[in-house]
C-alpha cells in the first residue's frame, strides 16, 4: 500500500525498470519499486505543476512523457529520472489530460480543452515540435488517446458519449461510435481487438471496434 500526499491520477507500471510512476496534483512524479512498493525517489517536474490522467512510456528511447495542469508537456529520461525536454502548449492554462506515442514516426500526441495536439519528437535534438492541431467536436477534455492497429489509428475518448478515431498519416479525426453514457477513460484490451469502457455512472462495458 502506498499513502501519497494528493490526489493520485496517473500511474504507470514500467516493467523493463522494475518501478512504478505516479502522478496527480502535486510537484514531481513519484517512483517506487514495482515489486515491493518502496519508494525509489522522484523525477523533477521542475516549474510544472499537476499531472493529467495519463503517463506515457516510450520504451524505444527509454523516456516517460507526462502532460501538466498549466498545459505543460515533460520528456523524462528513466536512467537520469531528469527531464530531459519541456515545452508549453498554446492553450497554457488547459489541462493535458491524455497523451500517446507512435514509434514509427516519432510522434507525440496530446489532447487537452478539445485540441489534440500532434508532436514530433527529436530526441537527439532533444525538442518536442509541433505540426499540427486537431480540433474534437464538442471542445471536451481529452481522456484517453490510445493506439490501435499497429499505431495506425489511435482511440479517442472526452467526457462526453462519443468515441473518436484518429487517422495518424492524414491526422484526420472520425468518429466511431455514439455511447449511452458519458466516458472517462478507455483501455485498449491486448491480443484482441476489443476496448474497455469506464463511465461516469460506476459501469464497465467492452466495445469491439
Not at 499540427?132 to 484517453?144: C, F, M, N, Q
Request: charged share 15%; with cysteine.
Amino acid at each position: 500500500r502506498i499513502k501519497e500526499p494528493a490526489c493520485v491520477y496517473s500511474i504507470l507500471p514500467i516493467d523493463h525498470h522494475n518501478i512504478l510512476a505516479t502522478a496527480g496534483r502535486g510537484n514531481n512524479i513519484k517512483i517506487y519499486n514495482l515489486k515491493t512498493l518502496a519508494p525509489q525517489g522522484h523525477f523533477d517536474t521542475g516549474d510544472f505543476y499537476g499531472v493529467g490522467y495519463e503517463m506515457t512510456y516510450i520504451p524505444k528511447y527509454e523516456i516517460l512523457a507526462a502532460g501538466f495542469y498549466n498545459g505543460g508537456l515533460g520528456i523524462f529520461d528513466i536512467s537520469s529520472r531528469e527531464m530531459i525536454i519541456s515545452t508549453k502548449t498554446k492553450i497554457s492554462q488547459a489541462h493535458v489530460n491524455a497523451m500517446a506515442f507512435i514509434d514509427a514516426r516519432d510522434y507525440l500526441f496530446s489532447a487537452q480543452n478539445g485540441t489534440i495536439s500532434v508532436w514530433k519528437l527529436d530526441i537527439s535534438m532533444k525538442s518536442l515540435n509541433l505540426l499540427r492541431e486537431i480540433k474534437v467536436p464538442g471542445a471536451a477534455d481529452g481522456l484517453t488517446l490510445k493506439p490501435i492497429n499497429n499505431g495506425s489509428q489511435i482511440i479517442y475518448s472526452g467526457s462526453t458519449n462519443q468515441l473518436y478515431s484518429i487517422n495518424v498519416e492524414k491526422s484526420t479525426i472520425a468518429p466511431i461510435t455514439s455511447l449511452d453514457f458519458n466516458s472517462s477513460f478507455v483501455r485498449v484490451l491486448p491480443n484482441s481487438r476489443k476496448m474497455l469502457i469506464g463511465t461516469y455512472t460506476n459501469r464497465l462495458q467492452v466495445f469491439n471496434y
